[in-house]
């Protein structure tokens, strides 16, 4: 299994999924944990932050707790919830020195001010990043938890019979619409729609220049509708391919696995399959 590495779950929040419409990776800083979080961890003080972001376009809920001293260590935790229905939890247990290391080394890997994309081979290789690091993914000191990812179970419930059903699922910065039309003469006939749209620019607009809100001014969405009639066989393959997008509850993380919720190969699948509807 490759473990999780990258501090904070910032690299698996910027899930390369769907194509962004504006993106964000030179102006917007991957790793901002609360100076005051670090601060209590030092001492132990019982904490409590929530921070809301959208690193590359995934709306973030962070919430940040030191819930105080636990068998005589420091009792750490860091809840992460996206838009795209995904929950990891980190949990930490911290000796007096650990704790210390810990915020440490966060606190002099924030003030370098790294950019995930630009800087990463430097982010890499930095020592407070390597030391850091070096103590979340020790199992006798960090747990994590993923929960599991299944978005699509009812619609592929639905598809195997071809039974007429809609839903909509909402990933990043495109919507999803999957509708399951009728079955006639063995052709299951279905329609999908993307709808590409900007994330809550609200969130991150302190990180936006004055060129690119005159770009976001101008747009609204844009849908990309296609018409879908796949016999068995073809019906078959997309099933398969949605099952493939689940990624199973876990202690642990598994990086790979959450990848494939980038549902990039579904896009694919129906770009090549099916007939753009022209309206």
């Not at 939890?89 to 002099?108: D, G, N, V």
Request: net charge negative.
């Amino acid at each position: 299994m490759l473990r999780f590495r990258y501090i904070w779950f910032w690299c698996f929040l910027a899930l390369p999924a769907n194509a962004q419409i504006l993106n964000m990776s030179d102006t917007q800083e991957y790793l901002s944990v609360p100076i005051d979080f670090l601060q209590s961890i030092h001492n132990c003080s019982v904490y409590e932050k929530t921070v809301m972001s959208a690193p590359e376009g995934v709306e973030t809920k962070m919430v940040y707790k030191v819930n105080g001293l636990k068998n005589d260590k420091c009792e750490v935790t860091v809840d992460g919830y996206t838009n795209v229905n995904v929950h990891i939890k980190q949990s930490c247990l911290f000796t007096p020195e650990q704790a210390a290391e810990y915020a440490s080394s966060i606190s002099r890997y924030q003030s370098k001010h790294y950019y995930f994309h630009k800087d990463i081979d430097r982010i890499l290789y930095d020592e407070d990043y390597l030391a850091a690091t070096k103590l979340m993914t020790n199992d006798d000191i960090c747990q994590f938890h993923r929960d599991g990812i299944d978005v699509t179970s009812e619609f592929r419930k639905k598809l195997a019979d071809c039974i007429p059903y809609t839903e909509t699922q909402k990933l990043e910065s495109v919507d999803i619409k999957r509708e399951i039309k009728e079955l006639a003469n063995g052709i299951c006939k279905i329609d999908v729609t993307f709808t590409q749209r900007l994330p809550n620019m609200e969130l991150r607009a302190d990180k936006i220049t004055p060129r690119m809100w005159k770009y976001i001014d101008k747009f609204k969405e844009a849908n990309y509708p296609y018409a879908c009639a796949f016999n068995e066989f073809k019906r078959d393959e997309y099933l398969r391919i949605l099952e493939a997008l689940v990624v199973p509850e876990e202690d642990g993380f598994d990086f790979s696995a959450v990848q494939r919720f980038s549902q990039a190969s579904e896009m694919e699948f129906i770009y090549k399959n099916c007939t753009y509807v022209v309206k």
